[in-house]
C-alpha cells in the first residue's frame, strides 16, 4: 500500500516533443505530489508538486495531471528540450504529520537534439 | 539558497569496515533524512530525523544506524560494511513536518569491496 509505481523506466524524446511520465499509488490517505527531477552527478530537486484538490497544476512547459479515481498522477513535459534530460522521480506523501515520502523508480528521460 | 552537502563523493571501503557519512544542512531544517538510490529501485528511505537526538526508522534501515548531535548534522553509519551495501546515498533537510520541499546533497557513491 506504500508503494508508488513509475512507468516507463526509460523514454526517448526529440526535441520538441511531449514526455509524459505515470505514477500510480495504493494509498488513499496520500494527499502531497511532488515530482523530482535528477541530474546527472546532482542530487534531486523539487521540480513540480501538486494536492489532489486539483486535476492540473502547470509550471511553464511541466504540467502533473492527477485522476483521484483512478488514483493516478502523470507529468506532462511540453516542447520537451534537450536540457531537460534528467531522471525523473514521482513521490506521495501524508501532509499531515511528518511528511515521509514514498518514491517511485525513476523515469530517465534523453530528449535528443 | 539551502545548501545540503555531504562528506565525500566517492568512497571506497573493504568489506567489514565501519563506514560514516557525514551529512550538514545550512538552513536551519528540522527534518534531515538518508536514502539510499539504486538502479530500478529509485529512492528508498534508510533513516530520518526530525529533531536532535531523535531518530527514526526508515523502510531499510537493517545494517544501519544514524546519529544527530548538532541540528544542522545527520551522519549514517554503516556498522559493518557489506558488498550490498555498495549504493548511491543521499541525504536531504526540510523545514518541518508538513507538505515542505526534501533538499537534496549531490550524494556519495560508496563502493565496498
Known amino acids: 500500500q506504500q508503494q508508488v509505481k513509475q512507468s516507463p523506466q526509460s523514454l526517448i524524446v526529440q526535441k520538441g516533443g511531449i514526455s509524459i511520465i505515470n505514477c500510480a499509488y495504493e494509498?488513499?490517505?496520500?494527499?502531497?505530489f511532488p515530482w523530482y527531477q535528477q541530474f546527472p552527478g546532482k542530487g534531486p530537486a523539487l521540480l513540480i508538486a501538486i494536492r489532489p484538490d486539483v486535476s492540473e497544476k502547470k509550471e511553464g512547459r511541466f504540467t502533473i495531471s492527477f485522476n483521484k479515481s483512478a488514483k493516478q498522477f502523470s507529468l506532462h513535459i511540453m516542447d520537451s528540450q534537450p536540457g531537460d534530460s534528467a531522471t525523473y522521480f514521482c513521490?506521495?506523501?501524508?501532509?499531515?504529520?511528518?511528511?515521509?515520502?514514498?518514491f517511485g523508480t525513476g523515469t530517465r528521460l534523453l530528449v535528443s537534439p | 539558497d539551502v545548501k545540503v552537502t555531504q562528506s565525500s563523493r566517492y568512497l571506497v571501503k573493504r568489506t567489514g569496515e565501519k563506514v560514516f557519512l557525514e551529512c550538514v544542512q545550512d538552513m536551519d531544517h528540522e527534518n534531515m533524512f538518508w536514502y539510499r538510490q539504486d538502479p530500478g529501485l529509485g529512492l528508498r528511505l534508510i533513516y530520518f530525523s526530525y529533531d536532535v537526538k531523535m531518530k527514526e526508522k526508515g523502510d531499510i534501515p537493517e545494517g544501519y544506524s544514524v546519529s544527530r548531535e548538532k541540528k544542522e548534522r545527520f551522519s549514517l553509519i554503516l556498522e559493518s560494511a557489506s558488498t550490498n551495501q555498495t549504493s548511491m546515498y543521499l541525504c536531504?533537510?526540510?523545514?518541518?513536518?508538513?507538505?515542505?520541499?526534501?533538499?537534496f546533497g549531490p550524494g556519495t557513491r560508496l563502493t565496498v569491496t
Open positions: 494509498n488513499t490517505a496520500f494527499d502531497y
Open positions: 513521490a506521495a506523501s501524508i501532509s499531515v504529520g511528518f511528511q515521509k515520502l514514498v
Open positions: 536531504a533537510s526540510s523545514l518541518g513536518t508538513g507538505p515542505y520541499e526534501q533538499y
